[in-house]
């Protein structure tokens, strides 16, 4: 493959039924945990495809790959995002089945056999998510990742754009229906996978969910889905991308003018949080008032008002308290 240089282990079997897809970028120290999950499935027909996507930890992460390296398809690239990487994945899957796995987290041993009996089951299935529990070390832990982000009926173009259903990370689905949508759209740095289902759904393909956890989803402080800024910058890209690119019609036109309004709000609430933690006080007032004409929360008000008269104060004790103004981004990290 031009500008991937791949290696194929010895023991990688030759008809896999699925593709194990797992970008990599600095995550050597997870990684090992990951594969580990994948080599104990009770399902066993499946070949492991790792991109290193130009990762900065590659000394790391290969030392932490080498015990399995006789057992994986290695791939390195330069650095292109994760939408490159998943398509680079794609091109080198031979199996009809890709499994997305984040090289972060972890399934447990029914994951692969659950899901693909279900779209074995129903040739009409293109995509299926299971549940997963949350691990990591924040106040999550514990907790069901669609306790967050709900799935609620059926999975349609517009319940995912009004969050009534959120495509969990943990999924398997058809390799031609993943290629039939164009793949990941390489120019977003995030909510690649956002983007991609909606025009899988908007093409008449079918996704379901299952809610039994089937896999431990990481929650790290570092990722990119960690920064409420970041995440409502490329989640109004995806929307805007999507109004201007999709033929839609006047429903799904409305859900996506909510769905922008919402997440415009988090945007400045996000930012007003981000001006605080940097001092920034005519900026934080700014971006909280633009926020609160959506929110109306009087813990808000409240905040800007104490900003103007008595800052120091507020950002000593009000920091870290827009707890209400819970983040949208939350239920999709």
Known sequence: M??????????????????????AYNVASYISAA?????????????????????????????????????????VQENRGVAAARNAGLRLARAPIIAQLDPDDEWLPE????????????????VVYSNAVIFGGTRYDGREKM????????????????EECTVLSSLIGRKKVFLGAGGFDESLRASEDFDIWLRILKAGGRIDYNRSVLARSRR????????????CESILKVLSKTERTLSLTIMEKEAIAKSKHRWSA???????????ADNNIDL??????????YYRKRKIALMIGLLRIAPKLALNVLRDRLEESRSPADRLH
Request: hydrophobic share 40%.
């Open 147 to 162: 306790e967050l982000s709900p799935s609620t009926g059926e999975v349609t173009f517009e319940r995912l754009i009004s």
């Open 2 to 23: 031009k500008d991937v240089n791949t290696r194929i282990g010895r023991n990688v079997i030759d008809e896999p039924s699925v593709s194990v897809i797992m970008p």
């Open 111 to 126: 994951f692969l056999g659950t899901l693909l009996e279900a779209i074995e089951r129903n040739v009409e299935l293109d």
């Open 284 to 293: 934080a007032i700014d971006r909280l008032t633009l926020a609160n004409h």
């Open 220 to 231: 790290r402080r570092d990722s990119l889905s960690a920064d409420d800024v970041m995440m």
């Open 266 to 276: 988090f945007l400045n609430l996000s930012e007003g949080k981000r001006a605080m």
């Open 35 to 75: 594969i580990e999950s994948v080599l104990a499935q009770t399902f066993s027909a499946y070949e492991i495809i790792v991109i290193n996507d130009g990762s900065p930890d590659t000394p790391a992460l290969e030392v932490s790959l080498n015990p399995y390296i006789d057992r994986i398809i290695y791939a």
